[in-house]
Every structure is written in C-alpha cells, then in structure tokens.
C-alpha cells in the first residue's frame, strides 16, 4: 500500500510511504534536509511499523512540538495501524 501524507510543523511538504505486510518498503520526503530525511527513510526500510512508531514518536525539533521522524511515525499510526 502507498500513500502520500501532507505532514505539519515540519519543512518537508510531503511523505511518500510504502508499506507491505507491515513492513515498511519505502520512504521519501519530498522537501526539507536532504541528507537527514534520506538517513531517516534508509534506516526505517525493512522494520516493521509498530517499531518505527514506537521508536519515532515524540521526537521534538528545536522546540516545534514535532520532528520529520514524529511526523513519520504519525503518519504510519493515522495509516497503517
């Protein structure tokens, strides 16, 4: 399954997610650090998504109340739990 989420707080614009047999399969952010939010989607690929949610959640930027890995984890939860 894939879907695109229009994450908030954050600069990217857009998260492209592929996930399937619960297995997180791929990952783009479309905007924001380059370097940081390809780390971020090669370090999730292959987990499963209750981890990625477990490990990503919560996580703050600079005082904005979220992160790009908050806001993957988020959409992970609104899409594939």
Avoid at 6 to 29: K, L, S
Avoid at 50 to 65: A, M, P, S, T, W
Wanted: proline fraction near 4%; charge should be negative.
């Amino acid at each position: 399954m894939k879907i695109s989420y229009q994450p908030h707080g954050i600069c990217p614009r857009r998260i492209d997610i592929e996930v399937e047999d619960d297995i997180v399969q791929n990952v783009q952010f479309i905007g924001g650090c380059s370097g940081n939010t390809k780390g971020i989607s090669s370090l999730v690929k292959g987990m499963k998504v209750e981890d990625v949610i477990d490990r990503l959640q919560g996580i703050d930027c600079n005082g904005k109340g979220t992160s790009c890995p908050a806001q993957l984890a988020k959409a992970l939860e609104e899409n594939f739990t």
